[in-house]
């Protein structure tokens, strides 16, 4: 594996080389190494993944990389295809930003293009008085990220659509998942959310137009948001995806086996859920383990990162034949380590589905 940092976590399991993703004597060594490139982190420079695809196969491709870094590239493309989306406007200066407001209305939220992820690079634009304190905020990587201008979606539910392209064309996807967000960054997921079949297929088809589109290979996720019925695509993450990481304990194949056998042109596995599965995301810092533990249903991963605010470091999944067993279970975990607020939303949306 190639990471820029001495202690990347991944390089517990593989050979690490050190080097900077735009290092090419470093991707040469890397490409000298492989068969078969892939990534996991989609700021990885879409011009070095070009540079070795030039070299040895690279999946997903680069232009699936460097639409999903922009977007306003990303959200041109399900514009494009079809697929409902917030409204957006590019801006480019103070005054563009003025006149985007005027289009879009408020609320709304000022992102850069490029970069941000877990609520980084954003501000939230209240009222038109906020438009000083946006720009003075984020005006200056309007020439070097670029900014987007998004209207705010009064959203009822996020959702999730993980899904695995094969190089054959095959698409499979795993159950809608349902997402709660602490701060910008995933808090909690439960997987398969409670929808009707009709969302299911609607989100299915609009990953395989995406999919399609980027002749797309490996596994990625749909973040999507459910106001009056109809699914809005907010983000693509050209990757395996926090939502997913449930699928290691609740599905028969889950999204990082799937994505290493699409991207090495092996059969794709069963994407079916087993059970009811609750991933509760740690952030900053790991908990105690022996909560988790004490549940039949309890699966721990530690990552081997430093702590450090804002970080993922780990995260948990309980997974149960039923809901009631498995809102049981949450129960007592979020009041053993104090996260009663963690687990409380998807208790109700248990209880909601029964």
Known sequence: MLDATPDACAAQFAPLLQADYRDQDGLADFAARVDVATFDFENVPAESAQWLAERVPVFPSPRALSVAQDRLAEKSLFRELGIPVPEFATIDSRAGLDTALAAIGTPCILKTRRLGYD??????????????????????????????????????????????????????????????????????????????????????????????????????????????????????????????????????????????????????????????????????????????????????????????????VGHATLRAESGQELATALERVGRSLGREAQVAPVIERLAQSR
């Open 119 to 312: 609520g980084k690079g954003q501000f939230r634009i209240k009222s038109p008085a906020d438009a000083d304190a946006a720009w003075e905020a984020l005006g200056a990587q309007a020439g070097t990220v670029g900014l987007i201008l998004e209207g705010f979606v009064a959203f009822q539910r996020e959702l999730s659509v993980v899904a695995v392209r094969g190089r054959d064309g095959e698409l499979r996807a795993w159950p809608l998942t349902e997402n709660w967000h602490e701060s910008g960054i995933l808090s909690a997921s439960l997987a398969p959310a409670r929808v009707d079949d009709t969302l299911q297929a609607q989100a299915l088809a609009t990953a395989r137009k995406v999919a399609e589109a980027l002749d797309y290979v490996g596994v990625f996720a749909l973040e999507l948001f459910l106001k009056d019925g109809v699914l809005l695509a907010n983000e693509m993450a050209p990757r395996v995806h926090n939502s997913g990481h449930w699928t290691i304990e609740g599905a028969e194949t889950s999204q990082f086996q799937n994505h290493l056998r699409a991207v090495l042109g092996l059969p794709l596995g069963d994407t079916r859920a087993i059970g009811h599965s609750c991933m509760l995301n740690w952030i900053g810092t790991m908990p105690p383990a022996a909560p988790v533990l004490a549940e039949s249903c309890g699966h721990w991963h530690d990552y081997g990162k430093s702590a450090r605010e804002g970080r993922k």
